[in-house]
C-alpha cells in the first residue's frame, strides 16, 4: 500500500500525483512533458456564456487505475473536432484504444494497445509483473444492452 493517489487534468496528457502524510497531501513533480495542455475557449451558447475544450484538443487521459508499481491511464488522442464530424458525436470515440503506463515517479514506462475501445477498466496485478485489465467497451450489435466486458492479460 502506498499513501499516494493520482489524478488527470481533462482534455490533455497530465496527471498529477500526490503523497499523503499525516497532515496534508504533496503534489509530486512529475518527469515527463506532456505533449499536450489543455486548451478551453469561451462559447457563447443561447443565451449564456460558457467555458468548454477547443476543437483541436484532445480527449487525452479518461481514467485511470493503479498498482503498486504503475500508474494506468486511459488515452484517447482523438480531437474534439473528431468527435464531431458528421454533425453527430459517437460515443466510441470518447473512448481510449491505448493505455499509457507511468511509475509512481511520473515517468513514461509504456503503452499497451487494445483492440477494444474501452471506458472505465480497472487493472489487477495477477502475480509479479503478471497483469490483467477488465474494462468495459460498447459492443454496438448488440441490443438493447451494447456494454461488455473485455479483458486483457499481459507482463510488465
Not at 4 to 26: K, Q
Not at 66 to 86: C, L, P, Q
Not at 121 to 145: G, H, L, M, R, S
Request: aromatic share 14%.
Amino acid at each position: 500500500y502506498k499513501p499516494m493517489f493520482v489524478t488527470r487534468l481533462p482534455y490533455s496528457d497530465i496527471i498529477e500525483i500526490y503523497r499523503i502524510t499525516a497532515d496534508r497531501c504533496v503534489k509530486i513533480p512529475v518527469r515527463y512533458q506532456p505533449e499536450f495542455p489543455p486548451c478551453y475557449e469561451v462559447t457563447h451558447v443561447g443565451n449564456q456564456w460558457t467555458t468548454g475544450p477547443c476543437s483541436n484538443t484532445i480527449i487525452g487521459i479518461t481514467s485511470c487505475s493503479v498498482s503498486n508499481e504503475y500508474i494506468f491511464a486511459g488515452y484517447n488522442s482523438n480531437t474534439m473536432a473528431d468527435i464531431m464530424k458528421g454533425g453527430e458525436m459517437s460515443t466510441l470515440k470518447l473512448y481510449s484504444n491505448l493505455i499509457r503506463v507511468y511509475d509512481w515517479e511520473g515517468n513514461y514506462v509504456v503503452k499497451i494497445s487494445l483492440d477494444y475501445p474501452i471506458h472505465n477498466f480497472t487493472v489487477v496485478n495477477k502475480k509479479q509483473k503478471e497483469y490483467t485489465i477488465y474494462a468495459v467497451t460498447i459492443d454496438t450489435e448488440c441490443d438493447p444492452n451494447p456494454l461488455r466486458l473485455v479483458k486483457y492479460d499481459f507482463k510488465l
